[in-house]
């Protein structure tokens, strides 16, 4: 029997990662001790008293069946304090919050509520990969808006051809950013709210990494901006505030309807989200901070340990403000990231990842994430030295 792939399976882009996987495999098989600064997961674990109330709510047989497909309402309601506390933003809690099983989820299957079959969504490039596969898996097109270093990682709108504008449904947006660590202002998202309207796009804003932030830097949530909630809608994760990439939590706020379309999908894929999880939820975003400052603290210190031994090194590499990512031009004599990170891996044993594998403007850059310990950032700095 032959079996064949979808069309859309066949459509995805390749996984450009795949050599990079294969070579660290290679390397560690062969006994090597790799500095790898290639990980995207935070390495501490999630704070104690979220497990404590897992333990709890995982003993309750209450909690033992099918949960609400909206998510309990106690999450929601946690959300919203969160939300106002955090931005000052009002939502409904039964209207305008929509709890995820982590935010790729929502965030890959939205396009099935609102692309049909050669929309186009404008996709941000480098960028998060869900973005460009949700909308090929759901039948649309990404149209590629480089995020160049000059323009400070932010999309210019002004070049998109009017043929995609009128065919276009999504414009993904993600601040702070993963991989470039670029923050935006208030007022670029204000631009996003005006383009936004202007041309019927829906806007999706993905932030993640709000909350590892540095010097005292907020960044702002897209919702704040006037007419935010009239085009738009904003995903947020438990995965990185707390820790907690392995849980699956997340949401999605903002506009009623886009909401609802999502809420439609979802209905017919999931059934909800353990409950024990939400409850632990709650406990994350309703209890103690002090947690997340001192990871952001943690982040800060590993940060500045690279990046002035980078910069030592002859690099030149700007402090992000946010995320837990440095993203980092090729020294003077290298052109391609992957030759690049292959280099680094063989011959010092140091895994980062190609800036090319988040699409084509992340060439000339690789992304070191800082999930490492101050110990093995000292020792990459060490080997660094004996190959740049
Ligand atoms: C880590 C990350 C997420 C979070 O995903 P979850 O599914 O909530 O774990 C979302 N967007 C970006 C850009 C990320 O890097």
């Known amino acids: 029997m032959k079996i064949l792939l979808s069309e859309r399976l066949n459509k995805l882009p390749p996984y450009l990662f795949a050599q990079i996987d294969k070579a660290k495999r290679e390397e560690r098989a062969k006994g090597a001790d790799l500095v790898d600064l290639g990980i995207g997961d935070p390495d501490q674990p999630t704070p104690k008293h979220i497990i404590e109330k897992l333990y709890t709510a995982a003993r309750d047989p209450e909690n033992h069946h099918y949960a609400l497909d909206q998510g309990m309402d ?14 000052k933003v009002s939502l409904s809690h039964d209207k305008e919050i929509l709890p995820l099983i982590g935010s790729k989820e929502g965030i890959s299957h939205i396009p099935l509520a609102f692309i ?68 935006a202002t208030i007022s670029f998202y204000k631009d996003v709210v005006r383009f936004a309207k202007k041309h019927n796009i829906i806007v999706l804003h993905d932030t993640a990494y709000s909350e590892i932030n540095f010097d005292g830097y907020k960044p702002p949530s897209f919702l704040e901006v006037a007419g935010a909630k009239d085009v738009g809608v904003e995903f947020h994760s438990l995965s990185k505030t707390y820790n907690m990439t392995g849980w699956r939590i997340g949401w999605v706020c903002g506009n009623q309807k886009i909401v609802a379309g999502l809420a439609k999908v979802k209905a017919n894929m999931d059934s909800g989200i353990f409950s024990a999880i939400q409850i632990a939820a709650v406990e994350a975003l309703s209890g103690p901070q002090e947690y997340v400052d001192a990871m952001c603290r943690l982040y800060s210190q590993r940060r500045d340990l690279l990046i002035d031994g980078l910069n030592d090194l002859g690099w030149q590499v700007d402090k992000p403000k946010a995320t837990f990512y440095v993203w980092a031009r090729l020294p003077k004599k290298h052109k391609s990231s992957i030759k690049f990170a292959k280099m680094l891996l063989t011959r010092a044993h140091i895994v980062v990842t190609p800036g090319c594998g988040f699409g084509d403007s992340g060439e000339g850059y690789v992304r070191m994430a800082l999930t490492a310990n101050e110990d093995r950032i000292k020792e990459a700095i060490v080997r660094f030295k004996k190959v740049i």
Do not use: M, Q
Not at 74 to 87: H, N, T, V
Not at 128 to 138: F, R
Not at 139 to 165: R, T
């Open 74 to 87: 106690i999450l929601r309601e946690a959300i919203k304090k969160w939300y106002k506390r955090r931005f």
């Open 116 to 183: 049909n079959k050669g929309d186009y969504s404008l996709v941000p490039d480098p960028c998060y990969p869900p973005y460009k596969g949700g909308t090929i898996l759901a039948g649309g097109i990404p149209y590629i808006l480089p995020l160049k270093e000059e323009n400070e990682f932010l999309p210019d709108f002004s070049h998109i051809p009017k043929k995609v504008l009128t065919k276009a449904k999504f414009l993904f947006l993600n601040y702070p950013n993963n991989p470039t660590s670029a923050v």
